[in-house]
């Protein structure tokens, strides 16, 4: 079946950039069917959004983080990138990658499989 | 940038209930809204996509509706298990979430 796994560190000092990855297995990054995105979690907050990427390199991005958000793939390992600049307290969250499949025959995407979570505390 | 606002933010409902959650958009977004319950701890699972269309393996006790900017989650008799938070997504443009509703027993 389809699975997903955060890594990277989880303390990132004030400032810093906070970078992770996601593994994926029993699927492709480059599959023509999804998006592949990061989702946090704020202690005790709702879900937001972060971005995607889509397996020809295209990026979307939350307008809020947009500014400070890379996000990135490498096909030949299977994998895709999180890098959030410039980081603050605010930034510490839970981190989640995902698998985003597209609707099918018209556009927009919904998601289906979630990693498990990659908790970052931004402190120094 | 699209603003997604659920109603209500808290629900209390007792097992057995229909409930129906609320999720408006800041702008039209066609049918690109997606439904996801969270249990604590757990990540979210999806239970609608497209405004309507039922995830695999999801109980058809849970649908939805809506088009352009306003959209529903119901739920008809209530199971011990529906209690958790739901949020709403749009997909036409990013993906924002809605602020969640939690649904607790009465």
């Known amino acids: 079946q389809v699975q997903l796994q955060e890594s990277g560190l989880g303390l990132v000092q004030p400032s810093q950039t906070l970078s992770l990855t996601c593994r994926v297995s029993g699927d492709s990054v480059n599959s023509a069917d999804s998006h592949w995105s990061w989702i946090r979690q704020q202690p005790g907050k709702g879900l937001e959004w972060i971005g995607s990427v889509y397996r020809s390199g295209t990026t979307d991005y939350s307008p809020s983080l947009k500014s400070r958000v890379t996000i990135s793939m490498e096909a030949s390992q299977n994998v895709f990138y999180l890098k959030v600049s410039s980081v603050t307290a605010a930034d510490t969250a839970v981190y989640r990658c995902?698998?985003?499949?597209?609707?099918?025959?018209?556009?927009?995407?919904?998601?289906?499989?979630w990693g498990q979570g990659k908790l970052v505390t931004v402190s120094s | 940038d699209i603003q997604m606002t659920q109603s209500p933010s808290s629900l209390s409902a007792s097992v057995g209930d229909r409930i129906t959650i609320t999720c408006r958009a800041s702008?039209?977004?066609?049918?690109?809204l997606n439904w996801y319950q969270q249990k604590p701890g757990k990540a979210p699972k999806v239970l609608i996509y497209a405004t309507s269309s039922l995830q695999s393996d999801v109980p058809s006790r849970f649908s939805g509706s809506g088009s352009g900017t306003d959209f529903t989650l119901s739920i008809r008799s209530l199971q011990p298990e529906d209690f958790a938070t739901y949020y709403c997504?749009?997909?036409?443009?990013?993906?924002?979430f809605g602020q969640g509703t939690k649904l607790e027993i009465k």
């Open positions: 995902a698998r985003a499949p597209r609707y099918r025959a018209q556009s927009g995407f919904y998601v289906d499989i």
């Open positions: 702008q039209s977004i066609a049918n690109c």
């Open positions: 997504q749009e997909s036409y443009t990013s993906g924002t």
